[in-house]
């Protein structure tokens, strides 16, 4: 492995850091008086990472639309009868009865079995996915149960890519909302288009848009 590849992988299993955070968004904050504003008001926010590979993405996956606690009761049966973080192998062989006595669902199932198969064939590489952004999503997304904010939510905790943004998330609008103090939640077009200018560290403003949703200050 070269030692550019080598700083890649380092990088994408950190996630970004809070330097990374703190030096992106003062250099957002000083060419936007209104971020600028939200930054002194809501502070810096704390990092997010999440591991990297194939455990990230079933967890994502066992998570859509139930509660946290909820998830978290099907995760433990799930480790208590195919193993500790769920391989692969084990979850393709389980039977449909099983899997929905631990509380995986019909659809779920689906899209567990797809993202384990992907893995166990090789299909897809979560150590060797695309460089540019954009593939990344795309090869991503091949996942049954895998769209794009889920796509770009691993991209930007797990590997800590800098320049991802998900316009579609609800939570980014809001907080876009709040930060530019404009008339009302911006629409997902509308929030790639007023982000353009931040490239290339949308990443850590996304991170503040949440931080800043959750602030009653604001």
Not at 19 to 34: G, H, K, M, V, W
Not at 55 to 77: D, F, H, M, P, Y
Not at 130 to 144: G, N
Request: proline share 6%; net charge negative; aromatic share 6%.
């Amino acid at each position: 492995m070269t030692e550019i590849n080598f700083c890649k992988v380092i990088r994408r299993h950190m996630g970004l850091d809070a330097s990374t955070l703190r030096n992106a968004l003062d250099a957002i904050a000083a060419q936007e008086p209104r971020f600028a504003g939200a930054l002194q008001a809501a502070g810096y926010p704390e990092p997010r990472s999440r591991p990297t590979g194939y455990t990230t993405l079933l967890r994502t996956i066992v998570g859509q639309q139930v509660s946290v606690a909820a998830a978290a009761s099907v995760w433990a049966k799930l480790e208590a009868h195919l193993g500790e973080n769920i391989p692969a192998d084990r979850l393709i062989a389980a039977e449909f009865d099983d899997l929905r006595a631990c509380g995986l669902s019909r659809q779920k199932q689906g899209y567990a079995r797809s993202l384990c198969e992907m893995v166990a064939s090789g299909a897809l590489d979560l150590d060797a996915l695309p460089d540019d952004d954009e593939a990344a999503v795309a090869q991503l997304t091949q996942i049954k149960g895998i769209g794009r904010w889920s796509a770009e939510v691993y991209l930007l905790f797990a590997e800590g890519r800098p320049d991802i943004w998900p316009a579609g998330d609800l939570a980014v609008q809001a907080g876009l909302h709040k930060i530019l103090d404009l008339p009302e939640r911006p629409a997902e077009k509308a929030t790639r288009t007023l982000a353009d200018p931040w490239r290339p560290h949308r990443g850590s403003v996304a991170i503040f848009t949440w931080h800043v949703y959750n602030n009653p200050a604001l």
